[in-house]
């Protein structure tokens, strides 16, 4: 029994694996051709959160009293939200993989968890995308850049591997239950005020900061922050909590996947 749980487990990476250039593929062609048909394309990437970072700053710079403001929010904001964005985008796009593509799934010998990877794999094309943007943003804005922004691109896997992990389980469910993409719709934004990305941290009374962690994106996004803001790097504990997140989740998403397979196929 030991063993063939062992089996199925490794079954899963060698699918993600064997089937890596279908997911490469999918996702830069997914990526380029999202907005095909518009007079700028691809640049539609970049300018839909630009201008939500810039409604946010006026509006936020105005109102807040306290923690960042002008074009320091601006950099705060920039590094905590372009990265929620596509983490987002992963679970919300992870959870209709399924059913976008029960086509396939139907006619082919796919393993599902490729389409799910697909997603997330788009999702972290754009993510350093952004990253690349916002560095030298960064430096104009005063942000205190050194070598831990090489550190950037390993949080960006682990976020997204994390979005991979809850996309699989949430696409498992939504197929069986169609609820859950109207569900989501009100939960992600929600989810987002959860998260000090909109508003300084500040503003947290300090003996609340430490149960953030228990909000599976806080250490990610928090990390990428301090990052790009001071240069600061992730401390050991926070690197297990991200960690750990990370293996729970893919952990748990795979399981899910292998228990909800058969009844996948037959309901698609």
């Known amino acids: 029994m030991y063993t063939i749980a062992r089996y199925e487990k490794l079954l899963f990476f060698y699918n993600l694996y064997k089937y890596r250039r279908y997911i490469?593929?999918?996702?830069?062609?997914?990526?380029?051709?999202?907005?095909?048909?518009?007079g700028i394309g691809?640049?539609?990437?970049?300018?839909n959160p630009l201008c939500e970072i810039l409604i946010y700053t006026v509006v936020f710079s105005l109102l807040l009293s306290r923690g960042a403001r002008g074009s320091s929010y601006a950099l705060?904001?920039?590094?905590?939200?372009?990265?929620?964005r596509t983490f987002a985008e992963t679970i919300a796009s992870g959870s209709n993989a399924f059913v976008q593509n029960s086509i396939y799934l139907r006619r082919l010998a796919i393993p599902?968890?490729?389409?799910?990877?697909?997603?997330?794999?788009?999702?972290?094309?754009?993510?350093?995308?952004?990253l690349a943007l916002v560095l030298p943003i960064g430096i104009l804005l005063g942000g205190h850049l050194g070598f831990g922004i090489l550190l950037l691109p390993v949080l960006g896997v682990i976020l997204e591997g994390l979005g991979f992990g809850m996309g699989l389980i949430l696409a498992n469910l939504q197929t069986l239950f169609?609820?859950?993409?109207?569900?989501?719709?009100f939960l992600i934004p929600l989810w987002s005020w959860?998260?000090?990305?909109?508003?300084?941290e500040s503003i947290i009374p300090k003996n609340i900061l430490p149960w953030l962690y228990l909000n599976p994106p806080y250490a990610y996004i928090q990390s990428v922050r301090n990052i790009i803001l001071e240069n600061?790097?992730?401390?050991?504990?926070?690197?297990?909590?991200?960690?750990g997140w990370l293996a729970?989740?893919?952990?748990?998403?795979?399981?899910?996947?292998q228990k909800l397979q058969d009844e996948i196929r037959d309901v698609i």
């Open 24 to 38: 490469f593929y999918n996702a830069w062609y997914e990526l380029r051709y999202r907005y095909a048909g518009t």
């Open 232 to 243: 600061q790097m992730p401390g050991f504990h926070v690197w297990l909590i991200m960690l």
């Open 248 to 257: 729970l989740f893919v952990w748990l998403g795979n399981i899910v996947n």
């Open 194 to 200: 959860m998260i000090p990305i909109f508003y300084p």
């Open 76 to 84: 705060y904001l920039m590094a905590g939200l372009l990265p929620w």
């Open 42 to 47: 691809i640049l539609w990437n970049i300018i």
């Open 112 to 130: 599902s968890e490729v389409f799910v990877a697909k997603v997330t794999l788009t999702s972290l094309f754009l993510l350093f995308i952004y």
């Open 178 to 185: 169609p609820d859950v993409k109207q569900i989501l719709q």
